[in-house]
């Protein structure tokens, strides 16, 4: 069960040596349902995880409106990771949109990782790693328009895009789903030209 969990780390820190015997036991499984929570906003996120199958979004309330953030395919990291160390309230909700399996790693793994020689260091990349990319989906929010956001998408993960309901990815771009549609037959049109 912690294949996938040591192929992040070896990608994140690929010289990090730790006994798996010691921290297979100390991981979770959860599965979830298409719809279910992993957990809400406002709850304390007691880990974070890795996806393992299926397909999972992080989104928060703003005027009593669903804002997606990040879908989290299978080996993506997820959770509210300043929830989980610091233990207040989330500030994220993630919630399967398909039938989903994830990896959960709690405090008693990070421990773990933490205690391994170069687990500290190991540790900071993963945050480094978790900080770059809120970086880049904040600056493309900025930067970016909808359509180039989608045409990102299209060219990075365009598998990801047949999987997630339309209305999820309209909110990922910031526009309304009747504005996806408009937006998908301009780039299909422009495509055939």
Known sequence: ??????????????????????????????????GEFLF????????????LKGCLRMFFLKDGKELTLF???ENHTL????????????????QAIEDSQVLIVNQQVI??????PDGQKLLRLI??????????????LYRDTPEQRYLHLLKTE???????????LASH???EPESLSRLKRRVYHRGIS
């Open 1 to 34: 069960m912690y294949e996938p969990l040591r192929l992040f780390i070896q990608e994140i820190s690929p010289n990090f040596k730790i006994d798996w015997i010691l921290v297979e036991p100390l991981l979770e499984s959860r599965k979830l349902n298409k």
């Open 40 to 51: 809400r906003e406002g709850d304390i996120c007691e880990f974070v995880g890795l996806t």
């Open 71 to 73: 879908f989290h395919p």
């Open 79 to 94: 959770g509210d990771y300043e929830s989980f160390r610091l233990q207040r309230p989330a500030c994220f909700s993630c």
């Open 111 to 116: 421990q773990a990782l933490e205690s391994a």
């Open 127 to 140: 945050v480094e790693y978790l900080a770059f990319r809120l970086r880049d989906r904040l600056m493309s």
């Open 158 to 168: 365009p598998h990801l895009l047949e999987r997630i309901p339309q209305h999820y």
């Open 173 to 175: 771009l910031g526009i």
